[in-house]
């Protein structure tokens, strides 16, 4: 893999985890250093210039969502870290908290002080108790060693909701509640965490401002895509004979990413369909494989960068028994709260259903992809609204794969 750019994965299997004094020893928190040496608008700027955009789904600059929060001029204010993993096929964050949880803490504190936050959580998926058993480790030698400062980060396990990665569901569910969306705006910067303004960032989002602090704002727009710069973490499933993950810049290609990291199609099969960005992310046909993986590149051809998992398909598989299986995922993980996501989830597997035992029509398919255009501007958050791009992507592109199930 001597073609990765490593920056959020810098220190991937070179340290020992559960060591300050490795990360220390090899330029952990002089990024820190260096923000505390600048304004906090200065901070901001800075990260801003870089055009670091999250990493997570929304694809928003990040030093753009850090001034609202500042500009609030509220005395009160935290910093919250979206560890709530919960795409099938996607371990990004896993790795990164595993691996070097310092850089984390060291992002959500140069946040910290350039929003004036002194609070801060980690939000972490109920699946990882080992993961947070790390993560506290991390912040206790942190705090022993006086590289936090007066900012005090807690972390918080949730109870497996897919919904809670939504940030306004996230904070809900921090603050002791059922884990929904709420009605925005206002937006977390503004009024977030106890009504107080919020930056909620991603777990590779925060990885990457250390970086972005020691060697500067040019350095980091310099790579990769113009729009989308800097590097993506990516985690390869399915018929691909390199099962990893990997870091590569934003300019790199769907086709390398497949068959220079991932090795190719298994088995002398041919390929039919990658899916990227979770179970949420549309599915992409051949034709669309020199596309570059930056976030802007991505929705051009109707699908999402997201989560960047990787989850390639050979030509054996059936697209609506893959559908099948995903509308009965977000059939289950839906909250309910807004009618067109409780209903149309359900609706929309029932649909499905009903095609694959043979009872379905072109009259069910039309109505389905009409049910999916007003989900995808109806629902409340982005669980809904995403809900039906899997099966959309699929009718416009693998109408073969439904047709032979129509009477």
């Known amino acids: 893999m001597a073609e990765e750019l490593r920056i959020v994965l810098r220190n991937y299997g070179k340290i020992d985890p559960l060591n300050i004094d490795d990360y220390l020893n090899a330029g952990g928190y002089k990024g820190l250093e260096k923000a505390r040496s600048m304004s906090q608008l200065d901070v901001i700027n800075e990260v801003r210039k870089s ?12 030093g753009a969502k850090w001034s609202f929060a500042y500009n609030t001029g509220a005395e009160e204010k935290y910093v919250v870290c979206n560890a709530d993993e919960g795409e099938p096929g996607t371990y990004k964050d896993r790795i990164i908290m595993e691996n070097d949880p310092q850089s984390l ?15 801060g959580y ?9 993961v947070v058993e790390k993560l506290n480790v991390a912040i206790q030698q942190a705090k ?8 005090d980060i807690e972390v918080r396990m949730g109870a497996g909701a897919y919904v809670c990665g939504e940030e306004s569901a996230l904070i809900e569910s921090i603050e002791g509640h059922r884990g929904e969306p709420r009605f925005k705006p206002p937006y977390p910067p503004v009024k977030g965490l106890w009504n107080k303004p919020t930056i909620v960032n991603n777990v590779e989002t925060f990885a990457n401002l250390p970086v972005i602090l020691e ?3 040019d350095w980091y727009s310099s790579i990769g895509a113009k729009s989308y710069p800097g590097t993506k973490v990516l985690t390869l499933t399915g018929d691909v004979v390199n099962r990893t993950f990997i870091e590569v810049p934003t300019d790199t290609t769907i086709r390398q990413v497949i068959y220079d990291f991932g090795g190719g199609i298994p088995n002398g099969k041919k390929f039919k369909a990658v899916q990227i960005g979770g179970t949420s992310g549309g599915f992409i046909p051949a034709e669309f494989l020199d596309t570059s993986i930056d976030f802007d590149s991505m929705a051009a051809i109707g699908a999402t960068l997201g ?32 009618s067109p996501c409780r209903e149309g989830t359900k609706r929309m597997h029932e649909i499905i259903c009903r095609l694959t035992a043979g009872q379905g029509s072109a009259d069910d398919l039309s109505n389905m992809e009409r049910l999916g255009r007003v989900m995808s501007v109806a629902c409340l958050c982005g669980l809904g609204q995403a809900a039906p791009a899997p099966f959309l992507t699929t009718l416009k592109h693998f109408a073969g794969d439904y047709n032979a199930y129509l009477n």
């Open 122 to 130: 980690i939000y972490c998926r109920g699946e990882y108790p080992y």
């Open 144 to 151: 022993d060693k006086g590289c936090l400062g007066d900012f």
């Open 51 to 62: 055009n670091l955009r999250g990493r997570g789904g929304a694809g928003f600059n990040t």
């Open 307 to 338: 989560s960047g998992a990787v989850f390639v398909m050979d030509e054996t598989r059936d697209m609506v028994d893959v559908i099948k299986r995903i509308t009965k995922f977000f059939e289950h993980e839906s909250c309910g709260k807004c």
């Open 105 to 119: 803490l060291e992002g959500m504190a140069i946040c910290a002080y350039a929003i004036g936050a002194k609070k």
């Open 215 to 217: 060697k500067g704002a």
